[in-house]
């Protein structure tokens, strides 16, 4: 489990010391990576390209990938700044996917804060 923003940050440093490949043979270890929160913060596009990299990869060695998103599909060219790599990143995303989307009224931490009130 790791934060997105995390994750893009240790992805950044790699590729600035050409260190990308290893850290990608590292994380291909894992059975299952969970980013949380893609989108939530806004990242350059540089930071965008390492993200789609690691996403590319670990889509090429079909290893389990868990990301949680309070953003639709179509909106990811906000995420990724460029239609056509937001458009590439989905496609790897949802082929071989089970996608759970829930809908709620309230965010769970809303609900959560007001039943501690009572």
Not at 10 to 39: N, Q, S
Not at 92 to 101: G, K, M, P, Y
Request: hydrophobic share 45%; glycine share 0%.
């Amino acid at each position: 489990f790791v934060p997105t923003f995390k994750l893009v940050s240790e992805l950044l440093v790699a590729k600035a010391k050409l260190e990308l490949p290893r850290l990608l043979e590292r994380l291909h270890k894992f059975d299952v990576i969970c980013c949380d929160d893609i989108g939530y913060v806004q990242h350059s596009a540089e930071e965008m390209e390492v993200l789609f990299t690691f996403l590319a990869e670990r889509y090429q060695q079909n290893k389990t990938l868990a990301l949680t998103s309070n953003i639709v599909f179509s909106e990811w060219d906000r995420i990724f700044k460029n239609p056509m790599t937001a458009m590439a990143a989905v496609d790897r995303l949802v082929h071989r996917s089970v996608i759970l989307e829930f809908i709620r009224d309230k965010s769970y931490r809303e609900e959560m804060a007001e039943l501690q009130q009572i």
